[in-house]
């Protein structure tokens, strides 16, 4: 995407900036696989690298732009603070805007990451709490499986302030969005108990591990419906793995992580908070002199860093649109290929995917066999690493904890309670796959389990 009039391209020469803009305007043929090839040469050769959902990845041509926004911040520094900075976040911002359908660009802030979104939403709670806005005891309702540093930013912020937390424990393996729903119901009904209110719910968009892509836009119905004060979606696989509308899922805050499916370079992300007379009460937790601005303002700048990686954003809609259908269509293909992979592993293994495939967004979960003994988490953890170590295979390993006697998912040998969370990205190939399949195989053969991988 070109800049507006105002804002600069960093890439531009010196004399001719539009040189560059009617050569763009000129391509037509969409990126080869030769070239995504060189985009991605700067991974780590022979490793499988199917676990993009942890840490993202980022195209060399993104690595490049970010150079060049450092070095024009440390050839002229104060320069560049006074005249150029904010303006171009503000554009960052605006094309996100259009991403996610919001309404204004005041509605967006760009933050480092997900982690940093939940402790700015929940150090608002905690300050309700604390102040007597909100009653002790009121209710923050989360599902069990949410990322552990917002469970942390909770106990930080909203138990030593006199709130409750009520946990809502979601099946897995899970069969529709029904049983979803259903137990979600059940912990707003708990969290109303004794005349209590439901201050908080806090839904995950896609749960991390495991992976599962939740009916985020029924479970925010189910609040307005119910009552619920405020609703907090962390996002922080979404975008540029599942279809984000922030108007459509109708959230007050809404946060997604930019370096884990949209190639920036770690970490940015964005957070949506929808108009509202709570918006001036909202604050980043690193106070700088912009404090009392509004929260996209005070997030623009918190002190001296490098925003570099919020500045590549334009950068990064461009690379997108390299291919056909744009992010669209990577997210597509995609989430077409991983499926396709993990039912060609389940088949292979003699398991079965974790989630049906409408509920799978560019991750699938996927029964290890049983035989391995996936018995703990360290177990998972163990495994994980033998996996790289001795195979060249990155994978996350999932330990599903039997809950009050289930029996669970079962294969020919015993109960399935170890997982693989295989990711695809545009870089992936049929041969990471294989490894991947190859090595579980050869592990069965051999006679191993996660106990004898221990003792190595």
């Given at each position: 995407?070109?800049?507006?009039?105002g804002v600069?391209?960093?890439?531009?020469?010196a004399?001719?900036?539009?040189s560059n803009?009617?050569?763009k305007?000129?391509?037509?043929?969409?990126?080869?696989e030769?070239?995504i090839?060189?985009?991605?040469?700067?991974?780590?050769?022979?490793?499988?690298?199917?676990?993009?959902?942890?840490f993202?990845?980022?195209?060399?041509?993104?690595?490049?732009?970010q150079?060049?926004?450092?070095?024009r911040f440390?050839?002229?520094p104060?320069?560049?603070?006074?005249?150029h900075?904010q303006?171009?976040?503000?554009?960052s911002?605006?094309?996100i805007?259009?991403?996610?359908?919001?309404d204004h660009?005041d509605?967006?802030s760009i933050?480092d990451?997900a982690?940093?979104?939940?402790?700015i939403?929940?150090?608002h709670?905690?300050w309700?709490?604390?102040?007597g806005?909100f009653?002790k005891?009121?209710?923050?309702v989360?599902?069990?499986?949410?990322?552990?540093?917002?469970k942390?930013s909770i106990?930080?912020y909203?138990?030593r302030?006199?709130?409750?937390?009520?946990?809502?424990?979601l099946?897995f393996?899970?069969?529709s969005n029904?049983?979803?729903?259903?137990?979600?119901?059940?912990?707003?009904?708990?969290?109303r108990?004794?005349?209590?209110?439901?201050r908080?719910?806090i839904?995950?968009?896609i749960?991390?591990m495991?992976?599962v892509?939740?009916?985020a836009?029924e479970l925010v119905?189910?609040?307005r419906?119910?009552?619920?004060?405020?609703?907090f979606?962390?996002a922080?696989h979404?975008?540029g793995?599942?279809h984000v509308d922030?108007k459509?899922?109708?959230?007050?805050f809404?946060?997604?992580n930019?370096?884990?499916?949209?190639?920036?370079?770690p970490?940015?992300?964005?957070?949506?908070c929808?108009?509202?007379?709570?918006?001036?009460?909202?604050?980043h937790?690193?106070v700088?002199?912009?404090y009392?601005?509004?929260?996209?303002?005070?997030?623009?700048?918190?002190?001296?860093?490098?925003y570099?990686s919020q500045l590549?954003?334009?950068?990064?809609?461009?690379?997108?649109?390299r291919?056909?259908g744009?992010?669209?269509?990577?997210?597509?293909?995609n989430?077409?290929?991983?499926?396709?992979?993990g039912q060609?592993l389940?088949?292979?293994?003699?398991?079965?995917?974790?989630?049906?495939?409408?509920?799978?967004?560019s991750m699938?979960m996927?029964?290890?066999?049983?035989?391995?003994?996936?018995?703990?988490?360290?177990?998972?953890?163990?495994?994980?690493?033998?996996?790289?170590?001795h195979?060249?295979?990155?994978?996350?390993?999932h330990?599903?904890?039997?809950?009050?006697g289930e029996?669970?998912?079962?294969?020919?040998?015993g109960?399935?309670t170890g997982?693989v969370r295989?990711s695809?990205?545009?870089?992936?190939?049929?041969?990471?796959?294989?490894?991947?399949?190859?090595?579980?195989t050869q592990?069965?053969?051999?006679?191993?389990t996660?106990k004898?991988?221990q003792t190595?």
């Open positions: 995407m070109d800049p507006p009039p600069e391209d960093p890439r531009a020469p004399v001719n900036g539009d803009h009617v050569s305007k000129l391509k037509l043929s969409f990126i080869t030769s070239e090839r060189e985009e991605f040469a700067h991974h780590q050769s022979g490793i499988a690298r199917i676990n993009n959902g942890s993202g990845s980022c195209p060399a041509s993104i690595i490049a732009a150079k060049i926004w450092q070095l440390l050839r002229q104060d320069d560049f603070f006074f005249n900075l303006r171009q976040i503000l554009h911002r605006t094309i805007k259009d991403l996610i359908n919001a660009v509605e967006v933050v990451n982690t940093t979104a939940a402790a939403v929940l150090q709670v905690g309700a709490f604390a102040e806005r009653q005891g009121d209710a923050v989360m599902l069990h499986c949410a990322f552990q540093a917002v942390k106990e930080a909203v138990t302030a006199g709130g409750s937390v009520i946990v809502v424990h099946p393996p899970v069969n029904e049983e979803i729903i259903a137990e979600f119901r059940k912990g707003l009904a708990r969290g108990a004794n005349g209590k209110k439901v908080l719910a839904i995950d968009h749960t991390s495991p992976c892509v939740i009916p836009r119905n189910i609040c419906e119910e009552g619920v004060e405020r609703v979606v962390d922080a979404a975008i793995s599942v922030v459509d899922i109708g959230a007050d809404y946060v997604s930019l370096h884990k499916w949209f190639f920036c370079p970490s940015v992300a964005f957070l949506y929808r108009k509202s007379p709570v918006s001036p009460d909202l604050h937790p690193v700088s002199h912009e009392g601005n509004g929260l996209a303002i005070e997030s623009a700048w918190i002190g001296t860093r490098d570099s590549v954003i334009p950068e990064v809609l461009e690379f997108t649109n291919f056909e744009g992010l669209e269509g990577i997210r597509k293909r989430h077409e290929k991983v499926v396709e992979m060609m389940a088949k292979a293994w003699g398991t079965n995917l974790g989630s049906p495939p409408e509920m799978c967004p699938v996927i029964g290890l066999p049983s035989r391995l003994g996936v018995l703990c988490d360290d177990d998972a953890l163990n495994l994980r690493s033998h996996l790289r170590d195979f060249g295979v990155e994978v996350p390993i330990f599903q904890v039997p809950i009050d029996i669970g998912a079962m294969d020919g040998d109960c399935v997982y295989i695809h990205q545009v870089y992936n190939t049929l041969d990471d796959y294989i490894k991947l399949r190859d090595a579980i592990l069965l053969q051999d006679g191993a996660c004898m991988l190595e």
